[in-house]
């Protein structure tokens, strides 16, 4: 089984497992990067990137007026050039649609600041039974990639998207990149196809006490009524599953069976915000979250060894700057501290990724 990461940031295994997609541009603080575990998700249009260095599943009705140019992440984008035409120079692709159900648009688009208005390039989302219905665009003059969504539920059973400009348009350049329509009622990472639900494991330690330390991003804010994250401690016997619940505020905490559960206080997970989350396992079970010690637990069975850490998106996760270690140095004094974990959070400090973990 190979690992194989694409170009625009997807991680996955050639079996489909492991899918997880490399952040630059959603990060808790700099110096670090973050990762998304997410749903499993299909672009439903066809050479979204360009990949093929041609046009190819795209209707184009004058190609002399766009050409392929590097991209937002991958190899190419479109980039629209000026035209002094009295028609609107556009390239098309339908999609289907299944009627009741939400679909989510989104792009790259990169105006240069030569740009005097959103009309130089932009994407319309059109039907045949209707015709126009909105478009996407940018207001950014600036030479910088911005992304754009929109969400819509489906009237009819096809839609399709026109990448276009209007005639006569001579001001600068732009460009357009990751083109992607997904049946999710908002955006996830771009995928060329199809991507599996995440997960990532880290694993190759065996250690108690331990301590784990990471950030965390509910990267669809408005999704209230998911659950969010999920991270499961594998343990040489048994496994610890730490989640929030449905209302996306709750967090639990279950030993082996989800009956054993134990209710750790409510956070407000859905305000978009990066958190830090602080997870001790000594003679209790500690929660912090951003420095603050939140809830403890005491009714679990503290012989057991940590031997993998599970990351899963229940929704859409990011997560970043992951720490898995011990919580006692070797004269069993205490390493985290109260107040080390709360410079830790204030700090924001890189860690780097231990050299004996393994990732699958």
Not at 155 to 177: C, H, M
Not at 261 to 267: A, D, M, S, T, V
Request: proline share 4%.
């Amino acid at each position: 089984m190979a690992l194989i990461k694409e170009p625009y940031g997807l991680v996955r295994n050639t079996d489909g497992t492991l899918c997880t997609t490399y952040r630059d541009d959603d990060i808790p603080f700099r110096g670090v990067r973050s990762f998304a575990v997410e749903e499993a998700t299909t672009n439903l249009i066809q050479n979204p990137q360009f990949a093929t260095g041609d046009f190819l599943g795209w209707t184009v009705s004058d190609s002399q007026f766009f050409e392929l140019d590097k991209g937002y992440k991958a190899k190419y984008s479109i980039k629209s050039l000026p035209n002094v035409v009295d028609y609107f120079p556009r390239l098309t692709q339908t999609f289907n649609t299944v009627v009741g159900q939400q679909y989510t648009i989104s792009f790259w688009i990169k105006h240069s600041v030569e740009v005097n208005s959103w009309q130089r390039f932009y994407i319309y989302l059109k039907s045949a039974s209707v015709g126009n219905i909105t478009p996407i665009s940018s207001t950014n003059f600036d030479g910088q990639w911005h992304k754009r969504t929109y969400t819509f539920t489906a009237q009819y059973t096809s839609y399709y998207l026109s990448v276009e400009t209007p005639p006569n348009r001579t001001d600068g350049l732009s460009w357009i990149s990751d083109i992607q329509v997904e049946r999710q009622p908002y955006p996830t990472s771009f995928v060329d196809g199809s991507r599996a639900g995440g997960i990532v494991k880290f694993s190759g330690f065996n250690d108690v006490p331990w301590v784990v330390s990471y950030w965390y991003k509910n990267t669809n804010p408005s999704s209230v009524g998911k659950e969010g994250f999920g991270v499961n401690f594998q343990q040489d016997s048994g496994y610890l599953c730490f989640r929030n619940g449905l209302d996306n505020a709750a967090i639990f905490l279950s030993q082996d069976i989800s009956s054993n559960q134990f209710y750790l206080g409510k956070e407000n997970l859905s305000d978009g915000q990066w958190r830090n989350f602080v997870i001790v396992f000594d003679s209790a079970f500690k929660l912090y979250i951003n420095g603050v010690l939140r809830a403890t637990v005491v009714s679990l069975d503290f012989t057991r060894r940590l031997t993998e850490v599970q990351f899963m998106g229940r929704t859409n996760s990011m997560f970043s700057n992951i720490y898995i270690g011990k919580y006692r140095r070797a004269d069993n004094s205490i390493i985290w501290t109260d107040d080390y974990i709360r410079e830790v959070y204030e700090a924001q400090m890189p860690f780097a990724v231990q050299n004996q973990l393994s990732i699958y």
